[in-house]
């Protein structure tokens, strides 16, 4: 169980970190608002709490390893590195200018503390895949780090995830730990109309992996589910993430329409006004 103080000090680092998102965004003037926002929660609890990570050291040996395979969601990732310490958070106004080591989709070679490089959707979870047999392969069952990869709910319709899976669950890879952003919206619509996907834990299920829905908002739900997978040695995990896009943002929560466009600069102050409030109630001011 997470303290009161915990949870209030991850609320704020979340809330400090949807401000950033906007800021970088109206900055840039592209980018996604939608899933950033709604995935806020999720990486807040993984960097602040869950992984074993070292911002002063980031090619640690022993670090877990974090893939973003859902790579137009970077924003949250920047914002929650910079406000974790990997760099200066005002760097984060760089975001996809031209020279800038925060590109619209991760770019490994200009940002050697990410993992991997991303974008093209569907690849992620077997880069994943890759890395945490190979660390069993390396150790055996003695592995000590778990390998994370983030995906979002329009991604499962690439046919590639579900060649990983299948092979995760056959291999009973038990340190890779998957987390799915179920927002139910992508680029074209509702998830349900462009590709339905439901039963969703069904079929991961079907392919041997142990399964978890809960709150993408709720982090003792969030942490708890992480440290269930933590503990299941022989199966691969899935979280399902039930999450609302554009999260802590009413205007923008829930419409598909703010998967893939950035604020303009009345709506992105109107944004910031509504999380700087939301930041103060934290607080308690």
């Known amino acids: 169980m997470l303290s009161d103080d915990q949870i209030k000090s991850l609320e ?37 709490h869950s992984l074993k990570h070292d911002p002063h050291n980031p090619f640690w040996e022993d670090r877990d390893r974090f893939v973003l395979s859902n790579g137009h969601i970077c924003p949250v990732l920047y914002a929650t590195m910079a406000h974790r310490g990997y760099f200066p958070v005002h760097e984060l106004l ?12 991760p770019h490994r070679e200009w940002f050697p503390a990410l993992e991997t490089s991303s974008g093209p959707l569907g690849s992620g979870l077997s880069q994943a895949l890759g890395m945490a047999l ?4 390396d150790k055996g069952e003695s592995w000590e780090r778990f390998i ?8 499962l319709d690439e046919g590639q995830n579900w060649e990983a899976i299948m092979l995760a669950g056959k291999e009973k890879v038990g340190n890779l730990i998957a987390i799915v952003d179920r927002n139910n919206i992508q680029i074209d619509g509702f998830t349900e109309d462009v590709m339905p996907l439901e039963p969703l834990n069904k079929k991961w299920e079907s392919f041997n992996w142990h399964v978890q829905e809960i709150d993408g908002h709720n982090f ?8 269930r997978a933590k503990a299941v ?5 899935v979280i399902i993430a039930r999450t609302i896009p554009g999260k802590g943002v009413p205007m923008f929560e829930r419409k598909p329409e703010w998967h893939g466009k950035p604020p303009s600069k009345e709506e992105g102050e109107k944004a910031l006004e509504i999380l700087r409030t939301l930041g103060g109630r934290i607080k308690g001011e």
């Open 148 to 155: 994370y990869c983030s995906l979002g709910d329009g991604e």
């Open 134 to 137: 190979a660390d069993k392969i």
């Open 220 to 227: 003792e739900e969030i942490i708890g589910a992480i440290d």
């Open 233 to 237: 040695q022989n199966q691969p995990s």
């Open 94 to 105: 760089t975001l996809r200018k031209f020279g800038s080591h925060l590109q619209g989709h």
């Open 12 to 48: 704020l680092h979340a809330n400090n970190i949807r401000e950033s998102i906007i800021e970088m965004l109206m900055e840039a003037g592209s980018g996604h608002t939608a899933g950033p926002l709604g995935m806020a929660d999720v990486f807040t609890a993984l960097y602040f």
